[in-house]
């Protein structure tokens, strides 16, 4: 008898030909492995790799330098923001020019100064505070920062004379999507000279188109006013052409990471932003920015007028995600715009017509505006939703508020829990339904929070410059440092709300810090890019990482000061894993002791912490810190119904003990790391885990 011939193109089900492809496709994924270590051990390290405990002279002279990139360019536009950053900070040529603005309060950096002050005292020497007085926790994180600019001062993405500042929160948005896009659309429309947006991804949604319509009518109202708003676009969509050299002693000199896109591109369909003919009194400049390989733009943030920046948590594509944008004005915009400049990473060519009109020298635009109190909160008006198809642009902010938190009011025969259900629902899961009790909507979902009147506080921004070698050497950067140190000094309490949290220096300070008594809670997201988290170096799953730290603490006692719930939407019992994409979180936020906190685009996992391009700012007011952890709290369901259990670190439904429906657990299984390469594809395309 003629044996059979077993052919490996056969798929018939053969148990030996799936061995044999089982084989192959083992020697491929093995391979491409040994690809991913051969270019983590070949790859520079970066210079943060070392930390710094002293603010160094070099650093505190910096602080007190006249010139900034901004007044730089300021002088000659032509410059490239990034060399600039370099001749001023990096190198030792400084070049004489006037101030931007004059801080009263600032001495001048002498070296008898500096040897005379104490830590924190140099802390304090190095920011324009104005009339606020910086609490003793804010300058203990703010003096930990400033320390990581010792090696590499390009790694703040703004210039030291401008990290330490102060202005106030209006406006505080926590919410679904498309509520974060409403604001930013009012503030576009509103603008008169400029707008510069920055986002991780750009993707042709409803959410973008709640941008894009907004552009329209600015350059509507620009034309009636005759004259032309700039505007300003950068986001990461990873492209061949994209390089970078993290050896290069000057990284200023490599450009190839920030490329310009041209029209046909920007209007495809998958971006689709409006074409110059459509908007005439619109300049409009669109960059593609990516440091390879790993480097991501992950910053999300607008400047507009150079009086308001919105700092979110959110990239403009449609998703599930509860997000949250603050709303900041004063001259702490001042640092905001630095950092836009050194973002765009190019000569401005046309220049943005503000950068001689600092915030600093002008009023604070909130502090200006009189309400016009016509529709007060306690007046059940029903003002009808700004959506694509029916804009409706306010005046204020204020009026902003009164629409979108009367959206969520019932209509005809609807529940509470079911009008907080369609709000929640957006395009990509119309048909989720809640499950929450009536009394969970007391108190009520409340989107946009308007703060009380407050005096400027103390800010700073912590920022992180992306780092594209695929190692874990950026450690001790501004972002990371301000993390570090917020945990080390916390006394009383964190309150941490991240996607994911596994970057691999927080786990230790973390149990170090509930083992001397500080409560500790994290609201994390159940799933949320496990794909891209069970690759290597990226150190596991929300849950992994939750059980792990649970078997790390010796007493019941100790476990229960670390509290880690999984999130549960408004009108939720249960956390939804992210696979399913029906109610998500993506808030990066850090509140320590109430009193002072860290809110931006910083994930705590090892993407965020060792390579992503991150904008954040470090905050000093208890009044905004109660603010926050109130509508935090108000607009989730997350600690009444997500507590992760002490044992394992997953959540258990309270009647069959299961693990929620989709969730890997605590063991991935064998080849986990492969399953990650899923996640790794969405994470260059800046689809996942962002």
């Not at 089982?22 to 020697?27: A, H, P, Q, R, S």
């Not at 960059?287 to 009086?307: E, L, W």
Request: charged fraction near 20%.
């Amino acid at each position: 008898m003629v044996p059979e011939i077993y052919h490996p193109w056969n798929t018939m089900g053969d148990h030996i030909v799936r061995f044999n492809l089982t084989k192959v496709l083992g020697v491929i994924l093995t391979a491409l492995l040994a690809v991913l270590i051969s270019l983590f051990v070949r790859q520079p390290l970066s210079p943060n790799r070392f930390r710094c405990t002293m603010v160094p002279w070099k650093v505190y002279r910096f602080c007190h330098e006249p010139q900034t990139v901004t007044s730089e360019l300021a002088q000659n536009s032509a410059q490239c923001p990034m060399k600039t950053f370099h001749t001023l900070y990096s190198g030792h040529n400084h070049i004489p020019h006037s101030r931007e603005y004059t801080p009263e309060e600032s001495e001048s950096a002498t070296a008898s100064d500096f040897e005379e002050k104490d830590a924190i005292e140099k802390a304090r020497a190095c920011g324009y505070w104005g009339s606020a007085e910086p609490s003793q926790l804010f300058l203990q994180i703010y003096h930990d920062a400033l320390c990581s600019l010792d090696r590499k001062p390009e790694s703040a993405v703004v210039s030291p004379p401008l990290m330490g500042s102060h202005g106030v929160v209006p406006l505080t948005i926590v919410g679904s999507l498309p509520d974060l896009c409403r604001h930013l659309a009012n503030c576009i429309v509103r603008a008169e000279h400029e707008v510069f947006l920055a986002t991780n991804f750009w993707i042709h949604s409803d959410a973008s188109t709640l941008v894009t319509n907004a552009i329209r009518e600015l350059s509507r109202r620009a034309g009636e006013r005759g004259r032309k708003v700039m505007m300003k676009v950068i986001y990461d969509r990873g492209d061949p052409r994209q390089q970078h050299d993290e050896g290069k002693a000057d990284p200023s000199q490599v450009m190839d990471d920030h490329l310009n896109v041209h029209e046909d591109q920007y209007t495809s369909e998958k971006v689709n932003l409006p074409a110059a003919h459509e908007i005439p009194n619109v300049d409009l400049q669109v960059i593609n920015y990516h440091r390879p390989i790993f480097g991501t733009f992950h910053a999300k943030f607008t400047v507009v007028d150079r009086r308001i920046a919105l700092l979110q948590s959110s990239n403009i594509q449609d998703n599930d995600n509860l997000e949250m944008l603050t709303h900041i004005e004063g001259p702490i915009v001042d640092s905001f715009y630095d950092a836009a400049l050194l973002s765009w990473g190019k000569p401005l060519d046309p220049p943005l017509s503000l950068m001689n009109s600092p915030a600093a020298s002008n009023p604070i635009p909130c502090k200006e505006y009189q309400p016009k109190d016509t529709c007060p909160d306690n007046v059940p008006e029903q003002l009808a939703e700004h959506s694509i198809v029916s804009p409706h642009y306010d005046t204020d902010f204020e009026q902003e508020a009164r629409r979108v938190n009367h959206s969520i009011q019932p209509r005809g025969e609807e529940t509470r829990t079911q009008a907080v259900t369609r709000h929640l629902n957006t395009t990509i899961q119309t048909e989720t339904t809640g499950d929450a009790p009536e009394s969970d909507q007391e108190p009520p979902m409340t989107p946009y929070v308007v703060s009380p009147a407050h005096e400027p506080c103390a800010m700073a921004l912590v920022n992180r410059e992306p780092y594209g070698a695929p190692n874990h050497s950026s450690v001790h950067t501004p972002q990371n440092s301000a993390f570090l140190s917020a945990i080390q000094h916390a006394q009383h309490s964190i309150l941490i709300q991240t996607p994911n949290m596994n970057a691999e220096p927080l786990l230790d300070p973390l149990l170090e810090t509930v083992r001397r008594g500080v409560v500790v809670s994290c609201y994390l997201c159940l799933g949320y890019n496990d794909a891209g988290e069970l690759l290597p170096f990226q150190n596991g799953t929300n849950e992994m990482i939750a059980n792990r730290l649970y078997n790390s603490l010796a007493s019941e006692e100790e476990k229960s000061r670390l509290r880690i719930y999984y999130y549960v939407g408004k009108d939720q019992t249960e956390p939804i894993h992210n696979k399913f994409k029906r109610r998500s979180c993506h808030i990066k936020l850090m509140i320590i002791d109430a009193a002072v906190a860290i809110q931006g685009n910083g994930n705590l996992d090892t993407q965020s912490f060792f390579h992503s391009q991150e904008i954040n700012v470090l905050l000093d007011s208890p009044l905004i810190c109660r603010t926050w952890i109130d509508v935090i709290n108000r607009n989730q369901n997350t600690v009444k119904y997500g507590g992760a259990c002490t044992k394992d670190g997953c959540w258990h439904h309270p009647e069959t003990d299961e693990i929620p429906h989709g969730s890997i657990g605590i063991d991935p299984g064998r080849f986990s790391w492969a399953k990650g390469i899923v996640g790794a594809v969405q994470r260059v395309r800046g689809a996942g885990g962002f």
